[in-house]
């Protein structure tokens, strides 16, 4: 079963959290692919989306820009926010078009 972590910028505590689990409305996961192989990053990210409440949010972290995972979420009605972090990976923050990020 795939699991998430809460995401730490939001100053939560607690320990994984089940995809599915309902929280509040600014909820915001956290899932690390990083150090995985292709397509394992692209596979386990498409199985959290299915799985987030359509007012969360999912933020990867990933060790390359997933650039062909930007054209899967537009197509499914996913907005994205990409960050290049200092230790050369990246943090996507997704959500469901239309929610917005505040």
């Given at each position: 079963?795939?699991?998430?972590?809460p995401?730490p910028?939001?100053?939560q505590?607690?320990?994984?959290?089940?995809?599915?689990?309902?929280r509040?409305?600014?909820?915001?996961?956290l899932?690390?692919?990083g150090?995985?192989?292709?397509?394992?990053?692209?596979?386990?990210?498409?199985?959290?989306l299915?799985l987030?409440?359509a007012?969360e949010r999912?933020?990867?972290l990933?060790?390359?820009d997933?650039?062909?995972?930007?054209?899967?979420l537009?197509?499914?009605?996913?907005?994205?926010?990409t960050t290049a972090?200092?230790d050369?990976?990246?943090?996507?923050?997704i959500?469901?078009?239309?929610h917005?990020?505040?």
């Amino acid at each position: 079963m795939l699991t998430l972590a809460p995401d730490p910028d939001q100053h939560q505590h607690g320990g994984t959290v089940p995809v599915g689990t309902v929280r509040d409305a600014a909820t915001s996961h956290l899932l690390d692919v990083g150090g995985l192989e292709p397509p394992e990053p692209m596979v386990r990210i498409i199985e959290a989306l299915d799985l987030v409440q359509a007012d969360e949010r999912l933020r990867v972290l990933i060790d390359r820009d997933p650039i062909p995972l930007y054209r899967i979420l537009a197509r499914n009605g996913y907005a994205h926010s990409t960050t290049a972090r200092s230790d050369g990976r990246y943090a996507v923050l997704i959500w469901l078009a239309g929610h917005g990020i505040a």
